[in-house]
């Protein structure tokens, strides 16, 4: 899993990358840039991620526990406070619409969209592994000896997390 | 064999520290946006960044239950952000 984690970060980087190079050859669009965003909604999308892991730490640590009912009620509530979040990314993009803010409303805008829509696909895997690992749960796949599918589906889901604080620095919290 | 526990008050209040840091740095974000004031904002933003990615690394991830390897890595990852930051935001200045 680590392994994976790690890959996923490496595409993250060179995604980094590509926002740094715009950054560093167009910095007034940049410095404009977060004023135009809708900070609300990335605060929100913040924290639903941050919830919907510590939901998944209870799911674990109750897994670990032995506590099978407990840890299918965490999953579950985190599954429910993840799906928040493309609810958010909607109204986001609809919010952007009314803003006029399209491929063609410059570079940092552009930079904006080629990473949050890459986060949000990664996100979607996430969701639908939580998914996944809530019907696994319920089957009685995992014990408290052996969850590791549930701990590999949690390490991804914060690695995601980690991914979009950043995100969340470089866009949104640089007004 | 000993499993590293996930710790209920640790993570719930990493959980309220990580929601209340994502408020602080859209405040000192708000706070200045020319020259030298532009520095200090942005280098508080790096740096809350930089925390926040600690603590989701340590009592969400787990990270030390990752090889060296591994942990190296992911620790360069989580500061890559917040250095680039500081570091365009240095170029911005001098320009």
Redesign the interface.
């Known amino acids: 899993m680590?392994?994976a984690?790690?890959l996923e970060?490496l595409e993250?980087?060179v995604f980094?990358a590509v926002?740094?190079a715009a950054?560093?050859n167009h910095?007034q669009d940049?410095?404009a840039g977060?004023a135009r965003l809708w900070?609300l909604g990335g605060?929100g999308i913040?924290?639903v991620m941050?919830?919907s892991?510590?939901l998944?730490?209870?799911s674990?640590?109750a897994m670990?526990a032995d506590r099978r009912a407990a840890s299918a009620r965490w999953l579950a509530t985190a599954l429910a406070v993840g799906l928040i979040y493309p609810a958010l990314k909607l109204a986001e993009w609809r919010w952007n619409q009314g803003q006029g803010l399209d491929a063609g409303a410059g570079i940092f805008v552009v930079v904006y969209y080629y990473l949050t829509i890459n986060h949000f696909v990664h996100s979607s895997w996430g969701l639908l592994g939580m998914a996944w690992g809530w019907l696994r749960l319920r089957s009685g796949a995992y014990t408290a000896e052996d969850c590791r599918g549930l701990e590999s589906l949690?390490?991804y889901w914060?690695?995601t997390?980690?991914v979009w604080?950043?995100i969340?620095?470089?866009f949104?919290?640089?007004? | 064999m000993t499993?590293p526990?996930?710790?209920?008050s640790t993570?719930?209040l990493?959980?309220w520290t990580?929601?209340a840091l994502?408020?602080l740095?859209?405040a000192?974000?708000?706070i200045g946006?020319q020259g030298s004031v532009r520095i200090w904002m942005?280098a508080a933003?790096?740096a809350?960044?930089w925390v926040?990615?600690q603590l989701?690394?340590r009592?969400?991830?787990?990270l030390r239950r990752?090889?060296p390897v591994?942990r190296r890595?992911?620790q360069g990852?989580?500061a890559?952000?917040?250095l680039?930051?500081l570091?365009?935001a240095l170029?911005?200045l001098a320009?």
């Not at chain 1, 949104?172 to 007004?175: D, G, K, P």
């Not at chain 2, 526990?5 to 209920?8: A, D, W």
């Open positions: 680590w392994v984690v790690c970060f993250f980087a980094f926002y740094f950054r560093w910095p940049f410095q977060a900070t605060v913040t924290a941050v919830t892991g510590w998944l730490t209870r674990v640590a670990r949690a390490v914060h690695a997390d980690l604080l950043m969340f620095s470089l949104y919290a640089f007004a | 499993r526990s996930l710790n209920p993570t719930t990493a959980w990580l929601l994502t408020g740095s859209v000192v974000a708000g946006h942005t933003v790096a809350i960044a926040k990615a989701l690394l009592e969400y991830l787990e990752a090889a591994f890595l992911i990852f989580a890559l952000a917040p680039g930051l570091v365009s170029h911005e320009r």
